[in-house]
């Protein structure tokens, strides 16, 4: 589009053929090409940077919407990428052997309840149970500990959130073999219906199959299936960035605002034309 920027008489100055000066003077008007800004993804105004009249260079900032919406979004991006790529990792680099270890000792626990359950029991294994349950009380209750310090160390930034993690997943193991110790203890004290030693058989079945898959490893398509949530979630960042930077209004060449009329605090919608520029080229 073209717009009429000032419409008046100029003058040209001919020399003429006979020796004598003659002036003319013609009328007409001069049109500078124009373009309208705004944003697509609107917002708040916080910032007006020129007004109507004024120059703008290629890319000087018109408008600065409030950005605290579309950061956060970007942030959760960022944070859903950096899961997305720990989870990656993990699945490419395998289980720990001490996961696998552990697994493993889960499997030869649920063979015993399941043995036991089929046997009775002695009162010495009771006793024994009876301390086993004890000790895993003791490590919950430390493990608990650590992770209510860490939890603070981590808040004040003195430590970094994978030691606390790390301390979490130790909490997590020791109430789990808290609560096969106070399974264990139950089943010997009370003795076992047919149907829940068929339980205790399928949960064996369950931790061998576990260990299997843990030796194993991930399957190609799991690790497929991560990466492609990578890729989603890095998308994800990529768009975001581009909401963030529609929340300034540029000027996309060097121009003058003709039209601009706006103040800290309105709302702009998405897709709406804010301002409009007369370009600084070639005028008609």
Avoid at 145 to 174: F, H, I, M, N, Y
Wanted: include cysteine; aromatic fraction near 2%.
């Amino acid at each position: 589009m073209r717009r009429t920027l000032l419409a008046g008489a100029f003058a040209l100055l001919l020399a003429a053929c006979g020796g004598g000066d003659q002036e003319r003077r013609l009328t007409g008007t001069i049109e500078f090409p124009d373009v309208e800004v705004g944003s697509l993804v609107g917002g708040r105004v916080v910032r007006v940077l020129k007004q109507e009249g004024d120059r703008a260079a290629a890319q000087d900032v018109l408008v600065e919407l409030d950005p605290a919406e579309w950061q956060s979004h970007l942030e959760e991006a960022e944070a859903l990428a950096a899961a997305a790529e720990r989870e990656l990792a993990l699945l490419e680099a395998g289980p720990r052997e001490e996961t696998i270890e552990e697994a493993r000792a889960d499997a030869k626990r649920a063979e015993l309840l399941w043995t036991i359950s089929t046997k009775g029991a002695r009162e010495e294994e009771i006793q024994a149970a009876r301390e086993e349950l004890r000790a895993a009380d003791v490590a919950v209750e430390e493990a608990q500990r650590e992770v209510d310090r860490l939890t603070g160390l981590a808040r004040k930034q003195v430590e970094p959130t994978s030691v606390l993690d790390t301390a979490r997943t130790a909490r997590d193991t020791a109430q789990a073999k808290q609560a096969v110790a106070q399974q264990h203890l139950k089943l010997l004290e009370a003795g076992q219906r047919p149907e829940e030693i068929e339980a205790m058989r399928q949960a064996w079945l369950a931790q061998v199959q576990r260990v299997k898959a843990l030796e194993a490893g991930a399957r190609p398509e799991e690790i497929a299936a991560k990466r492609a949530s990578v890729a989603a979630a890095k998308a994800r960042i990529a768009v975001a960035e581009s909401q963030l930077r529609e929340l300034a209004i540029l000027a996309p060449a060097d121009s003058v605002v003709q039209t601009l009329d706006l103040r800290p605090g309105d709302l702009l919608k998405p897709g709406v034309s804010v301002a409009v520029l007369l370009l600084a080229e070639q005028p008609w």
